[in-house]
């Protein structure tokens, strides 16, 4: 492994019977990146996060992780990640500060995890039973649980599902300040807008297989997919003028609605500048992006299951 490497996987492959969940994948992680799995269920996502923690054994393929064989040494590997708990392992009529005593005593090296809770903002539900906690703050517990050993990787598997749209970025927020911490993040998730807005670079799996990698900005710009600029005119304007601008591929108008595509990222300032230099008046103007959802429909042929 080279010395910017976390984690370094090859040909890994693993079975279920006759199921096959991943099929001889190969990438690798770099230290103090925000890494991302995505895919739909049955991906193969959990079963490959979960070969990387040493929690399921590989049929074949090579595995390391900061150096180390997650079978071989993982008494030693588990000293320096993080693992995010499924909620189903904590006992509901357990208290939130119990939760964090037991753990610490799993561990020889810990932080003092009252500076968790204030970090997190779990300091006036310590003493309140897991069962009572919200769906927010039960996360907030399972990322103190997973820094608890201060690791140089923390693994998030699917953290923000079932949060409603307030409460996961209040998630992505936390998970951007795990990683400007120094700490190497490797999530998996199938929202394609967390995985966007958070991960340096982005691995997307179906079928146990590696469809793509690279970063989001990236897989986007390979797309090549059209911006749209869509905005409402009031009264008879000619649009013609709009296929005037070189970066404008097509022009379309249904009733009052105007529809401007092409594939340059100018394409917002042209449309713009146009519309102020001839006077047209205009309103509810919006745009619409091509993203990594799109990206998957492309290599894919379908949406993400979720």
Not at 78 to 106: F, M, N, P
Not at 190 to 202: G, N, Q, S
Request: glycine share 6%; with cysteine; aromatic share 6%.
């Amino acid at each position: 492994m080279q010395k910017d490497t976390a984690i370094q996987v090859e040909k890994l492959h693993k079975s279920y019977g006759k199921l096959t969940a991943v099929q001889d994948i190969s990438f690798s992680v770099r230290k103090n990146e925000i890494f991302g799995i995505v895919g739909p269920n049955g991906a193969g996502k959990t079963t490959t996060i979960e070969c990387l923690e040493g929690l399921r054994s590989p049929d074949k393929g090579l595995v390391r992780v900061l150096g180390l064989d997650p079978q071989k040494n993982r008494r030693s590997l588990h000293e320096r990640i993080g693992v995010q708990l499924q909620e189903s392992r904590i006992a509901s009529q357990i208290k939130v500060w119990e939760v964090l005593d037991l753990y610490t005593a799993l561990y020889s090296r810990t932080v003092d995890y009252k500076d968790l809770l204030e970090k997190l903002q779990l300091s006036q539900v310590r003493s309140r039973f897991y069962s009572r906690l919200s769906g927010g703050q039960k996360q907030r517990l399972f990322i103190a649980l997973s820094l608890i050993n201060d690791p140089e990787i923390v693994f998030f598997d699917e953290l923000t599902t079932g949060l409603d749209p307030q409460a996961r970025r209040v998630i992505w927020d936390l998970v951007r300040e795990v990683n400007e911490s120094g700490k190497t993040v490797v999530l998996t998730t199938h929202f394609m807008e967390e995985a966007e807005r958070l991960c340096d670079r982005v691995l997307i799996m179906d079928h146990g297989r590696i469809i793509t990698l690279d970063s989001p900005e990236n897989l986007v710009k390979k797309l090549g997919a059209e911006h749209k600029i869509i905005f409402s005119i009031k009264g008879r304007v000619q649009i013609e003028s709009f296929n005037e601008l070189a970066t404008v591929e097509k022009v379309s108008v249904f009733r009052d609605k105007v529809t401007i595509s092409g594939k340059d990222q100018r394409l917002l300032a042209d449309v713009v500048n146009h519309l102020i230099e001839r006077r047209i008046p205009y309103y509810d103007l919006q745009t619409q992006q091509p993203n990594l959802d799109d990206v998957f429909i492309s290599l894919t042929g379908k949406e993400i299951r979720k």
